[in-house]
C-alpha cells in the first residue's frame, strides 16, 4: 500500500465502486487526464491491485441465499496433507472462501446453497469427505449485513 499514492487510492476506490465507469469519468473524478488514468489503470492491473472485474450477483434471486460457515479440523496438517485439502476444497463450487485459521481449528469456509438440507447433503457428502478432515463445525447465518468485498480505505 505504501506503493500508492493518492490518485492510485482513489482510481481503487472509484473501480470499486463502480468497475464500469467509463476511462474518461474516472480520470474526471480522480483528477487527471484520461491518458495518465489509462496508464495507471493498467499498472494497478499488472501490479495485481487489480485482480479482475465482475458483476456482484444476488445470491438469492440465483438461489444460492443460505449461507453457512464451516469450520474444519484436520487429522494432520503437514504441509502434504494441507496441499491435498487446498485442492479438493477448490473443486466445490458451493464453497465460496475458504481460508486457513490460525486458532482452534485449521479453516474457515463460507458454503452457499439453495437450502439446509442442500447443505446438509453438501457437508455429509462432500465436505466431510475432503482430505484429511476430522471434525466441522457449523454456523449458519441469519441475516447479511456487509458483502461484499473489502474497501481501499480500510487496509490504512
Do not use: W
Not at 43 to 53: Q, T, V
Not at 150 to 156: F, G, V
Request: proline fraction near 4%; include cysteine.
Amino acid at each position: 500500500m505504501d506503493d500508492l499514492d493518492k490518485y492510485d487510492r482513489n482510481i481503487l476506490s472509484q473501480l470499486q465502486q463502480n468497475g464500469r465507469i467509463t476511462m474518461t469519468e474516472l480520470a474526471q473524478r480522480i483528477g487527471l487526464s484520461k491518458t495518465p488514468c489509462q496508464l495507471r489503470v493498467r499498472r494497478l492491473e499488472n501490479d495485481g491491485y487489480i485482480r479482475g472485474y465482475k458483476a456482484i450477483l444476488d445470491p438469492e434471486k440465483l438461489g444460492a441465499g443460505h449461507i453457512a460457515f464451516v469450520q474444519v479440523r484436520l487429522t494432520d496438517t503437514t504441509a502434504k496433507a494441507l496441499d491435498a485439502f487446498n485442492a479438493a476444497v477448490r473443486t466445490l463450487p458451493a464453497i465460496e472462501q475458504c481460508h486457513m485459521i490460525a486458532g482452534g481449528f485449521d479453516y474457515l469456509l463460507k458454503v452457499r446453497t439453495s437450502s439446509i438440507a442442500t447443505y446438509r447433503h453438501l457437508l455429509g457428502e462432500s465436505i466431510a469427505s475432503l482430505p484429511y478432515v476430522g471434525q466441522t463445525s457449523t454456523f449458519v447465518a441469519m441475516e447479511t449485513i456487509v458483502e461484499p468485498g473489502p474497501d481501499i480505505h480500510s487496509a490504512q
